[in-house]
């Protein structure tokens, strides 16, 4: 990509300090240049070079007020772009979040080759990207096999800091970005004695699922789950934020890759890369999420809800029964309606077959067990509709 086909006016936005702390960092060296040097430029620039050759050099407008400052940091993230055998846009998106750490999560099929993706792969893209951001965030403050409540002030901060970057081609590709000063009275970036939260956050992120793929591939599952039973280091909601994101398309790939901030040394132990999940390994994450989940176990209880689908056909006596799929509310899911499958008889089927005709909210009682995308609910019994306080209360939820 040349720097033409950058976005316009995308290299204005870069400040000029970022990209000098980049270049630094990236080892780049800065030469002693006065204005009388640059001819053509509007303003001051800052000059650097590569210690391994004098004839490599990137020139770094100084001046963000000059009418020529998009042109020519938009020339300044080509050069760098040359020297580190990558695209420009991610060179200049790497400019522009020079004190961050980037995610890229990346979905790559021939489907998506001109870089669109279905709208509603793009919703279950974005809510993944949020879920395993947040997941990886509590697992820094408290690891843990499966977070209940995803709500901890320093994990929020930290989500509200990310933002979102421009989208890249290559397939379709979302980058956020992890301000590395994102936690308010976190460690200053000099501290060398210990990351800062935002690190933490994306190596942790990158670290687990690795060793997430790593399991798959190398056949080493049961043996990972009763380890993260033990000692956790991969949390069942960042399972489930990774099948959130599965393509709908079958082949496509997620790939996660990190470009890490420069202002911050990262080592080989402390993440990789770049993960790619390939579209066979969706469904055994999600037999993972069900195994590190706690409380998948039957749960006696009361449930309360709407009949969302009707399934069925005459029984002996001629009337009909079987399967429904209701929404229920269930409170350890922070008060939202998943849906679960049970059996009715003829009696309860008739009930919901009403409910259903009218939206009535329905009460049962049974044993419910939780899956990824459909729960069961055993022993289905006292079917009924209700029409009282939990009727208006679930239907504020819907």
């Not at 977070?147 to 081609?169: I, N, P």
């Not at 911050?264 to 989940?293: D, K, M």
């Not at 399967?323 to 679960?340: M, N, P, S």
């Not at 044993?367 to 019994?381: D, F, H, S």
């Amino acid at each position: 990509m040349s720097r033409s086909e950058l976005p316009t006016g995308l290299a204005g936005t870069i400040v000029s300090q970022d990209a000098r702390q980049y270049a630094l960092a990236a080892g780049w060296q800065r030469l002693e240049l006065s204005i009388r040097d640059t001819p053509g430029f509007f303003g001051r620039v800052a000059a650097f070079e590569r210690p391994e050759d004098s004839n490599v050099q990137v020139l770094i407008p100084l001046d963000e007020q000059t009418a020529d400052y998009d042109a020519r940091m938009g020339e300044a993230a080509e050069a760098i772009a040359r020297w580190e055998k990558r695209s420009v846009m991610q060179v200049a998106n790497d400019l522009l979040y020079a004190a961050s750490d980037l995610l890229r999560f990346r979905v790559a099929s021939a489907a998506v080759e001109d870089g669109s993706l279905p709208l509603d792969d793009g919703l279950r893209l974005l809510e993944g990207m949020r879920t395993a951001i947040l997941a990886a965030a509590h697992s820094v403050i408290s690891p843990s096999r499966y977070h209940k409540r995803m709500s901890k002030g320093d994990a929020e901060q930290f989500l509200s800091a990310c933002r979102m970057g421009q989208t890249e081609r290559g397939s379709f590709v979302a980058t956020v970005a992890c301000p590395l000063r994102a936690v308010e009275g976190d460690l200053p970036l000099l501290d060398a004695n210990e990351d800062p939260f935002a690190r933490k956050a994306t190596t942790l992120l990158m670290r687990s699922a690795a060793e997430l793929v790593s399991a798959i591939e190398t056949d080493q599952v049961p043996a990972m789950v009763e380890s993260n039973k033990r000692d956790p280091k991969i949390s069942a909601n960042l399972c489930d934020a990774l099948v959130r994101m599965r393509p709908s398309k079958d082949g496509a790939e997620l790939t996660i890759a990190a470009s890490w901030s420069k202002l911050r040394a990262v080592t080989a132990a402390q993440g990789t890369g770049i993960v790619r999940i390939r579209s066979t390994y969706f469904p055994l994450i999600e037999e993972i999420y069900n195994e590190l989940r706690p409380g998948l176990d039957a749960t006696p209880d009361t449930f309360y809800g709407f009949v969302d689908t009707l399934d069925g056909e005459p029984g002996l006596g001629g009337q009909v029964e079987g399967d429904v799929i209701l929404r229920i509310l269930v409170g350890d899911e922070e008060d939202k309606l998943i849906r679960a499958k049970t059996t009715l008889d003829a009696a309860a089927h008739a009930i919901a077959v009403e409910a259903y005709r009218t939206q009535t909210a329905i009460q049962v009682d049974g044993t419910l067990t939780r899956g990824k995308r459909l729960g069961t609910i055993g022993n289905p019994a006292n079917f009924q509709i209700i029409r009282q306080i939990n009727a208006a209360m679930l239907n504020e939820r819907r």
